[in-house]
């Protein structure tokens, strides 16, 4: 059904028209008029959708799209160019160059906890790397995903970029296709049925998943701060968020002070909003079920939710542990789980004993602390005292390893992930070195001097 798009793509791609830099600067800036045209409507669509409000919706989905393509327009120019780089002794006369050339026909299939940010930021990537695109936006967000086809048809010809609406059949559909190459954010489950369908035609990937995140609170941390930030970060978007702190793990010895703070600043942050039912609403009602499940225990703050509204306050459970239901998988949703420890050592192990997170959030006062917490957990990035800032900044790769993903994107790194690097060496005629050849062997007291 979807093999003619495909094929005009491939086509067009042929064309070399893409491999401009012209082309290339010329479609960012379309797509940034467009968003700029459908603006208020996808603010309207977020509403609609999931009770997404405008300052959120501008922030975390439309803003930061705007900072990723101004950042490609700002620097293309010089990622573009060749690289010349370092020719060892042995291949004395000869340059060496690695030129940055596009995949082809991409696929990017995006997820509906952020809709909008999480299907044009790789679209970014592929349009500065020189790619067309087919976009699949999710079928959970279905007026997010329609105003995304109205700014695509507004921006590009089918030939160049489109956007396919539909369900799990569609997905299916698009897998069967050769593309060049795979960009995919969502569940560790789907990831693997993308990268199997990868694999039979040997398209790289990219997969942007999730997993349980975790944020240490160590005895010398500045409790006041870490509560707020944690707090900011965790129930922002209904604690739909791939990089939200899915449980926090903090020194007994602070516990209770810490959960003191987290109650504080989730009551002045969201009781409001939740009382006057706006805070964002769980995406659908097999989501809200499943998050329901969760407030049992030793509820510290919330536990109260709207089924008809698909709303649950956000929620601190204090004593929990490894046997607690939230603790079985991510949670993706605004419940909270609050965990003690005695020994940060014995912590560490515990959280290395679980698949490596999609991020990592370490407060602490003490510099070697913290060094030691990056050093010895494996995850996909996070931040020192802080919580998803990370996120924003388009000098940080984002991307996850193991159960957590594979591949990085954000400012250069998206580039990159679209381009592929061939490496070039150019040789001298005006003379011949003869250690290749068969007579060789003559010289191989000097190959040994020269390679040990």
Same mark, same amino acid.
């Given at each position: 059904?979807?093999e003619?798009?495909f ?7 042929? @064309?070399?028209?893409?491999l401009s ?8 800036? $379309?797509?940034k *008029?467009?968003?700029?045209?459908y ?6 669509a977020?509403?609609?959708?999931f009770?997404?409000n405008?300052?959120d ?5 439309i803003g ?14 010089r990622? @573009? =160019? ?6 060892? &002794?042995?291949?004395f ?9 596009p995949?082809?026909?991409?696929l ?10 999480l299907?044009?930021a ?5 349009l500065s790397?020189g790619?067309?695109?087919i976009?699949?936006?999710? +079928? /959970? ?7 995304i086809?109205?700014? #695509?048809?507004? &921006?590009?010809? !089918?030939k ?8 799990i059949?569609t997905? $299916?559909q698009?897998l069967n ?13 789907v990831?693997? #049925?993308?990268? +199997? ?18 944020s240490?609170?160590?005895? *010398? ?11 900011? %970060? ?5 604690g739909q968020?791939c ?20 109650? /504080?600043? @989730?009551h002045?942050?969201?009781n409001? !909003?939740?009382? =006057? ?22 509820i ?6 709207h089924?008809s509204?698909r709303? #649950?306050?956000?929620?601190?459970i204090?004593?929990? *542990?490894?046997?607690?239901p939230a603790?079985? !998988?991510?949670i ?6 609050v ?10 192990i515990? #959280?290395?004993?679980?698949? *490596?997170?999609? &991020? ?17 957990i ?9 919580t998803m ?8 790769p984002? %991307? ?7 591949g990085?994107?954000h ?5 990159d ?8 060496l150019k040789q @001298?005629?005006?003379?011949d ?5 068969p ?14």
């Open positions: 059904m979807y003619s798009i094929n005009k793509q491939k086509q067009f791609f042929q @064309t070399k028209e893409t830099l012209d082309v290339r600067i010329k479609a960012l800036k $379309q797509l *008029d467009a968003i700029n045209f603006e208020d409507e996808l603010m309207f977020m509403k609609s959708d009770n997404k405008e300052s919706a501008y922030l975390t989905e930061i799209v705007y900072n990723e393509i101004n950042f490609h327009l700002k620097n293309l120019s990622w @573009t =160019q060749p690289v010349n780089v370092k020719t060892p &002794a042995t291949h006369g000869s340059k060496s160059t690695i030129y940055k050339e995949y082809g026909v991409s990017i299939i995006s997820p509906w906890n952020y809709p909008f940010n299907a044009i790789p679209l970014v990537g592929a790397a790619n067309t695109a976009l699949k936006p999710s +079928e /959970h967000t279905p007026h997010v995903s329609e105003i086809t109205k700014v #695509i048809d507004l &921006a590009f010809p !089918e160049y970029v489109t956007s396919i609406e539909g369900g059949e997905n $299916q698009l296709l050769p593309f060049d190459y795979i960009f995919y954010t969502g569940s560790s489950h990831g693997k #049925i993308v990268m +199997e369908a990868a694999s039979k035609n040997l398209t790289p990937v990219t997969l942007e998943l999730g997993g349980k995140s975790p240490i609170v160590t005895k *010398d941390a500045n409790l006041k701060y870490a509560a707020k930030r944690i707090v900011w %970060g965790k129930f922002m978007n209904a968020t990089v939200a702190t899915d449980y926090i793990y903090v020194d007994n010895s602070v516990k209770e002070r810490l959960i003191k703070h987290l109650k /504080h600043y @989730t002045k942050f969201y409001k !909003e939740f009382e =006057q039912q706006n805070y964002m609403q769980i995406i659908n009602n097999d989501h809200f079920e499943r998050v329901h499940n969760y407030l049992q225990g030793d510290a703050y919330g536990g109260r939710s089924k509204k709303m #649950i306050e956000p929620t601190i204090q004593n929990a *542990d490894f046997s607690h603790m079985e !998988e991510e993706f949703g605004p419940v909270l789980p965990l003690g420890y005695d020994d940060l050592e014995k912590a560490l515990d #959280i290395r004993d679980l698949p *490596d997170p999609l &991020a990592l959030y370490i407060f602490t006062e003490n510099d070697k602390t913290a060094k030691h917490v990056i050093k010895t494996p995850f996909g990035g996070g931040a020192i005292n802080d800032y990370h996120l924003a900044s388009p000098y940080l984002f %991307g996850g390893r193991g159960n957590s993903g594979m990085k994107y400012g250069r790194y998206s580039f992930t679209f381009s592929h690097s061939k490496s070039i @001298t005629t005006l003379f070195i003869p250690l290749r050849y007579t060789y062997r003559k010289f191989q007291k000097l190959l040994k001097y020269i390679w040990k």
